[in-house]
């Protein structure tokens, strides 16, 4: 105890000069009186185990006072002794008494974030509270529901788990247990589905109460943007295949042009006039080829900014989208219609259905539903002022339970990209020969292809990860530490894999034999656009006191300096070899970092701007559609505006078949008329730059439109609602909607939208559009 003291208050005093450290000053006395009562825990038998759990249960209800915190975690710390055979560590304890109180735990990589999260979980479950613990994707929400399971069922809480597979009756059940595991989009895409519900009875959610997210940074900052949309099946809109073609001779400089980060791409006047003539001289904006247009911008932005193998891969004569800031890929997953079809056209495929978008709602907007957020990762510090801005959520970081021993080597800069991934190969075939395991983390797919080939040819076996499947993933990121393993990955961050030394089913003597060579060594093939994400890459080595090594190899003809620093390569004196020493150099690294950093945020910051109206008028639609669903308000509002209708039919239709009937009318319009509304916004969200009045912002502007056009929106829906009340065939079988000419969608289904270059950077991308049409006036002139 007096040894545990002394490390307390060491890191207590170490970690004084940092915000946000949690004080563990306060945890002292909580930390000993669970010791306390751990000791007569310890005695129970299980089923005594549960039963102060249930005991617990009763007294929580509605909060967890200092006692209670300190019988969870003793109870907790005992389930998880039997259930996993794992005493969780203090800093465990102290990350879950975090989650409790609704904070954002920074808990670096190996330290054992799944069972603090379930402890802080079954925490929140006593309390009688229903939580979701959201993972990044399917795999994990399964793994760690079924990992945990021991430890639940002792503490007598249920649990349960969704995935893209579970049937309607599945998600109801795992819905309703205490802690239910799902990927986010899972979950969001199960909110939109009961959008559609017409009965109360298919609906799967309850409602939301506690949302405890892991790989928060993930989700909350990097997926925040990430709009997850339903979409229904109508006719059919399909990519134009002679744009295609007339698009694919373009030439970049000469017919159309791309702004440096490789954003946006326009025509020049050359181009426009060019395209106009291939399509039979028509005028593309004069308004009357809208359609053509919207194509050609499509069909430009596939063949000019679009790489395969980079943003998007091909198989199956299919197009998937590629994440790229996860590099893997999603089921289901991609780019609004338009895009998408041109992608599909660029390539030469069967063109997919595509429909219209039913509901829409955004990572940030779906979290925002929950009374209660919390979440944890290995790296929130870096982000704690977004996760404070746009979430109201604070960060605490714990301290590890051993110190972390990792050596972070300076980077390794070279000239151009040849020279720094000659100086790479060589590095890892040096290394290599030790038979210590290497772990290369490359920028995207195509980028772990080459350096694989390389190492190929230089006699080293690597294995490589391509975002294809998440579960066999994770069993090959597990081996990275393996003796003489080399492992090349894109993107690591919110793989959720644990690296151990050794290999996965390494015993204390492999572990050791790794850990005499030096650890697991992690190269990065360059800077990613945040230094969050190269932390999360380097958090891989050194876990648990391991001992390990990091370095990035840097290039001047990287992205993301070529991008943000162009003025890099201006003056650099490289060595033969490329290799760069200067200060400068490191300089300009540094600052394209934080410049790219700075976009991705004013890009997220905006685009909440225009979404929280959006979500804001979505809460209120659902709150009318939640009425209508379960509550008799059809039934009250027809009868009030169409009493004499309703009094004719109520002679022989049955009364409730009649509720039902002007329920299901209200709600067909209703989903139709937020439908229309979603087109609208998107409509002006894409044209507010042109409308926009000079003395006027487009937010303001866009909110003007939206306010306005959402104003009678329930009114409207109650009048026609009315009209088909009044005109649709009712009987005691009920309302025919379809013979009214009233079709609901007959197929739904859902996507993510990565990087919506039409969406995130509308307003930038229509500032091209507008100077495109001034070129091409100017041209004409
Ligand atoms: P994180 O999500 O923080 O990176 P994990 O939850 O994946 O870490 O856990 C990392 C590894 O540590 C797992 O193999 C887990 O079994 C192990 N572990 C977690 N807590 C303990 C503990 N208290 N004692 C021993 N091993 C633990
Ligand atoms: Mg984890």
Not at 146 to 157: N, R
Not at 666 to 675: A, G
Request: with cysteine.
């Amino acid at each position: 105890m007096a040894a545990f003291l002394t490390r307390v208050k060491g890191l207590f005093q170490h970690l004084m000069e940092r915000p946000s450290t949690v004080d563990l000053k306060k945890y002292t006395e909580v930390l000993t009186s669970i010791e306390w009562r751990e000791e007569s825990v310890a005695k129970l038998t299980d089923a005594e185990l549960t039963e102060a759990a249930g005991e617990l249960r009763e007294k929580a209800l509605g909060g967890l006072d200092a006692h209670g915190m300190v019988e969870l975690c003793a109870l907790g710390r005992e389930a998880a002794r039997r259930g996993l055979d794992q005493r969780p560590y203090d800093m465990q304890l102290v990350g879950a008494m975090e989650l409790l109180h609704g904070r954002v735990v920074e808990m670096g990589t190996g330290e054992g974030k799944t069972l603090a999260g379930a402890l802080a979980a079954a925490g929140y479950a006593l309390q009688g509270r229903a939580v979701h613990v959201m993972s990044v994707n399917d795999y994990l929400a399964r793994r760690d529901a079924e990992w945990m399971a021991p430890v639940y069922e002792l503490l007598g809480v249920s649990v349960g788990w969704v995935d893209q597979e579970s049937t309607p009756g599945e998600r109801r059940i795992a819905y309703g247990k205490d802690v239910a595991y799902g990927a986010v989009s899972e979950i969001g895409f199960d909110v939109l589905r009961d959008r559609l519900c017409t009965d109360v009875e298919d609906l799967v959610h309850r409602e939301p109460d506690v949302a405890l997210i892991d790989e928060a940074d993930s989700v909350l900052v990097d997926e925040a943007r990430v709009p997850l949309v339903m979409a229904g099946s109508t006719e059919d809109s399909q990519g134009d295949p002679e744009v295609g073609a007339i698009v694919r001779t373009l030439r970049p400089g000469r017919d159309y042009e791309r702004d440096e980060d490789n954003r946006n791409a326009w025509l020049t006047s050359r181009g426009a006039k060019y395209v106009e003539k291939a399509l039979g001289d028509i005028d593309l904006y004069s308004g009357d080829h809208s359609d053509r247009l919207a194509a050609v911008n499509a069909a430009l932005h596939a063949h000019a900014l679009l790489q395969r193998d980079v943003d998007y891969i091909v198989r199956d004569g299919k197009v998937h989208l590629i994440n790229t800031s996860r590099g893997r890929i999603a089921l289901l997953q991609r780019w609004p219609d338009g895009l998408q079809a041109a992608v599909e056209a660029k390539e030469r495929l069967d063109p997919t259905e595509s429909g219209e978008v039913l509901d829409s709602i955004s990572v940030q907007g779906l979290v925002g539903r929950y009374q209660r957020v919390c979440g944890m990762t290995g790296t929130a510090t870096a982000v704690s002022e977004q996760l404070r801005e746009f979430y109201e959520l604070k960060v605490s970081v714990i301290p590890p339970n051993k110190p972390c021993v990792r050596v972070d080597e300076p980077d390794r800069i070279y000239d151009t990209v040849e020279a720094k991934e000659t100086a790479l190969v060589a590095e890892i075939v040096e290394q290599h020969e030790t038979g210590r395991p290497i772990l290369v983390g490359t920028l995207d797919v195509a980028e772990s292809e080459r350096i694989s080939e390389k190492l190929t040819e230089a006699g080293v076996a690597t294995v490589v990860l391509n975002a294809k499947n998440d579960a066999e993933e994770a069993a090959i990121v597990a081996d990275a530490g393996a003796h003489a393993a080399v492992t090349v990955s894109t993107q690591m961050a919110g793989r959720g894999t644990d690296i151990k030394l050794g290999g996965a089913d390494g015993d204390e003597n492999d572990h050791d034999k790794v850990a005499d060579l030096g650890g697991l060594f992690v190269i990065a093939t360059g800077h990613y656009s945040s230094s969050r994400l190269d932390n999360q890459l380097r958090g891989r080595s050194g876990r648990q006191g391991d001992p390990g090594r990091s370095v990035v190899f840097a290039g001047l003809g990287d992205d993301l300096i070529t991008q943000y620093a162009p003025d890099a390569t201006a003056g650099a004196d490289p060595a033969e070899d490329g290799r760069l020493e200067d200060q400068t150099s490191k300089r300009f690294i540094g600052h394209a970092q934080r410049v790219a950093e700075g976009v991705h945020l004013d890009i997220h910051r905006n685009t909440w701007r225009y979404t929280r109206l959006i979500e804001h008028q979505r809460g209120l639609v659902l709150a009318y559609r939640d009425d209508v669903l379960r509550t008799d308000l059809p039934a009250e509002q027809l009868n009030e505006h169409c009493a004499d209708r309703w009094e004719t039919l109520a002679e022989d239709v049955p009364e409730d078949v009649l509720a039902n009937a002007a329920r299901q009318i209200l709600l067909f319009h209703l989903d139709q008329r937020w439908s229309r509304h979603l087109a609208f916004l998107s409509d002006v969200r894409e044209t507010i730059h042109l409308r926009a009045l000079a003395r006027e912002t487009p937010i303001d502007e866009f909110h003007r439109a939206a306010i306005g056009e959402f104003k009678g929106i329930l009114k409207e829906i109650r009048e026609l609602a009315v009209e088909t009340f009044e005109e649709a065939e009712i009987t005691a079988d009920g309302v025919d909607l379809t013979a009214a000419g009233l079709r609901r969608p007959t197929s739904t289904w859902t996507y993510l939208v990565h990087d919506n270059p039409f969406d995130s950077d509308a307003e930038q991308a229509l500032q091209r559009v507008r100077a495109a049409i001034r070129n091409v006036k100017a041209g004409k002139g």
